[in-house]
């Protein structure tokens, strides 16, 4: 048997040794978008915050405005964290804060796929 040949044997038995260690997932083990997660805001402290599922996505970009998209996906994330968030106490944040809240969030939701 040549190198080629060798190496070759090799990669198939790397390829099929992955094969068996990798897990077959299924939907159900991918929709456990229930988990509560933190991030450090600057400034603020540790938020908790829970992710987007597809259908929420879905609601938010209906919005026209992108401001209101904006305070309804961080009241979203919030919210499944904490039940007592809702767009109208996300409107009342001062200016400052939301910025930091939203850009984190942002953040998280485009940027750490965990």
């Known amino acids: 048997m040549d190198a080629y040949e060798k190496g070759m ?4 038995e ?6 068996r260690e990798l ?3 299924r939907i159900d083990d ?12 600057p400034g603020l402290g540790v938020v908790r915050y829970g992710r987007l599922t597809v259908e929420d996505a879905l609601a938010v970009s209906r919005i026209e ?3 209101e998209q904006a305070i309804e996906t961080v009241a979203r994330m ?3 964290a904490d039940p007592q ?3 109208e106490k996300v409107k009342m944040l001062p200016a400052d804060v939301f910025a930091k809240l939203a850009s984190a969030l942002m953040k998280e939701l485009t940027g750490n796929f965990r």
């Open 14 to 19: 790397y390829v099929e040794q992955r094969r």
């Open 23 to 25: 897990k077959h997932l």
């Open 30 to 41: 991918l929709l456990s978008t229930d988990q509560v997660r933190e991030v450090e805001v």
């Open 78 to 80: 919030l919210r499944k």
């Open 9 to 12: 044997r090799k990669l198939d």
């Open 65 to 67: 405005d992108e401001t």
């Open 85 to 87: 968030v809702t767009v």
